[in-house]
Nanobody, 116 residues
């Protein structure tokens, strides 16, 4: 059974930092592209950052320079380091892993709230 389990969300003040983690099981994680998406209330889910199985990274313009995506294939873990957080970063953050169009998996999400 494939599972992606996010952790590390919470409440943080503007300008603060959080590190999200995604623990993968049931897949050969090193073969998968992984990504972080987020969905704010009343908005569509959007791509935040993506990292390929070879380590190439992509970031949405809104987080470029503030967020860093990484992965540890030996531990089957993915991470999203979020710095200089803004209230507009408030959302549920989802871990995503895909090896092909028919092999796509999502985590259950973790809430990130940026507020003073």
């Amino acid at each position: 059974q494939v599972q992606l389990v996010e952790s590390g969300g919470g409440l943080v003040q503007p300008g603060g930092s959080l590190r999200l983690s995604c623990a993968a099981s049931g897949i050969i994680f090193s073969s998968y592209e992984m990504a972080w998406y987020r969905q704010a209330p009343g908005k569509q889910r959007e791509l935040v950052a993506r990292i390929t199985n070879t380590g190439s990274e992509y970031y949405a313009d809104s987080v470029k320079g503030r967020f860093t995506i990484s992965r540890d294939n030996a531990k089957n873990m993915g991470y999203l380091q979020m710095n200089s957080l803004k209230p507009e970063d408030t959302a549920v953050y989802y871990c995503y892993a895909a090896a092909s169009p028919r092999s796509v998996h999502w985590g259950q999400g973790t809430q990130v709230t940026v507020s003073s």
